[in-house]
């Protein structure tokens, strides 16, 4: 699994190479605003800045106010868009409202140490809620009583209208059974979307570094590979083996688990059967619903690459969907 890096990890680095930090995160949007609540900025005393609150509309524009943030020990509430007479200076010009909330890590802001351990809980793979109110005098982390917002990454403000709970939930995983062509495509895709993809066959010819070279692969047999990765409500599964033997078992444990999505490869009459086996083996018709088969939206796909934007696709719009 590839470390988690993020505003959080960012933040703490600077500040442990002896650094100021603030950090910059998006708490309101109106209109066609570029980038999703929760979208976070890392800005130094030194200038530098990672991340991103607008998509580079207003990043300079924040850069100034975190840095005097940091001078004041204070947070700011900041907003922008094109009904302010400098919406062009400062270059929200694509038709949305946006408003940030920037604060400095240490004296008037969020503590050192309540920073380390959200960074320790986002290695750990643990969902956490960040909560602060707008005027930086109440911060809390809670790993519990927001299911529904983990499960669907929903920062936002909390129901006073006057604390924010920022969603910090652990990358996105694509667990994909079966080394196939379509499996190379849908590799690298995946990794671009965010995902974090290990490939699993027990055929080394398969599975092998010459064929994904920027995956982790497990050479092993699906149930138990699947059962050491751990499977968790940030992880998509795809089986794309059409082979029984491999894909059942894979299945059994993926139907268990609370991954947000299952897809399997195969035709109709081919997920019909599979339909069949699984009910034999005791699983309910709800439960089988889970499974996205004949895998991918139906686009009309022909071959592997396109097969795989169809399975890519599918998977984005059942993790968005409410």
């Known amino acids: 699994m590839q470390p988690v890096t993020g505003a959080p990890e960012q933040a703490?680095?600077?500040?442990?190479?002896?650094?100021?930090v603030a950090i910059a995160t998006v708490i309101e949007t109106w209109g066609s605003a570029p980038r999703r609540v929760g979208a976070q900025m890392v800005v130094s005393d030194a200038g530098e800045m990672e991340g991103s609150v607008s998509g580079g509309c207003v990043e300079g524009a924040v850069v100034v106010e975190a840095l005097e943030a940091l001078d004041d020990r204070e947070c700011k509430l900041l907003e922008y868009g094109v009904s302010d007479g400098d919406a062009f200076a400062v270059g929200l010009a694509c038709g949305g409202n946006i408003r940030v909330l920037v604060e400095p890590v240490g004296e008037g802001g969020m503590g050192e140490e309540m920073l380390r351990i959200l960074v320790d809980l986002r290695a750990d793979r643990t969902p956490v809620a960040y909560e602060v109110t707008l005027n930086g005098s109440r911060r809390a982390l809670a790993t519990s009583g927001y299911e529904e917002r983990f499960r669907k990454d929903r920062s936002g403000l909390g129901e006073d209208g006057h604390t924010f709970i920022a969603i910090h939930n652990p990358p996105l995983?694509?667990?994909?059974?079966?080394?196939?062509?379509?499996?190379?495509?849908l590799v690298p895709m995946a990794?671009?979307?965010?995902?974090?993809p290990v490939v699993i066959d027990p055929r080394e010819a398969f599975g092998s570094p010459a064929r994904f070279p920027d995956a982790r692969l497990i050479n092993d047999w699906p149930d138990a590979a699947l059962e050491a990765v751990g499977i968790d409500a940030r992880t998509a599964v795809v089986l794309l083996t059409h082979d029984p033997k491999l894909?059942?078992?894979?299945?059994?444990?993926?139907?268990?688990?609370?991954?947000?999505?299952?897809g399997a490869l195969g035709s109709k009459r081919t997920?019909?059967?599979?339909?069949?086996?699984?009910?034999?083996?005791?699983?309910?018709?709800?439960?089988?619903?889970?499974?996205?088969?004949?895998?991918?939206?139906?686009?009309g796909a022909s071959?592997?690459?396109?097969?795989?934007?169809?399975?890519?696709?599918?998977?984005?719009?059942?993790l968005r969907t409410p």
Do not use: C
Not at 278 to 298: K, M, Q, Y
């Open 12 to 20: 703490l680095a600077w500040i442990e190479a002896g650094k100021r």
């Open 247 to 262: 894909d059942d078992p894979a299945l059994h444990i993926a139907l268990r688990s609370g991954a947000f999505y299952i």
């Open 271 to 299: 997920h019909a059967a599979r339909v069949e086996r699984l009910s034999e083996a005791g699983f309910d018709p709800h439960t089988i619903a889970r499974i996205n088969g004949p895998v991918g939206l139906d686009i």
């Open 173 to 185: 995983r694509l667990a994909v059974v079966g080394a196939v062509h379509i499996a190379q495509a």
């Open 303 to 318: 071959g592997p690459a396109e097969i795989a934007v169809s399975i890519l696709a599918q998977m984005i719009a059942t």
């Open 191 to 196: 990794q671009i979307a965010g995902f974090d």
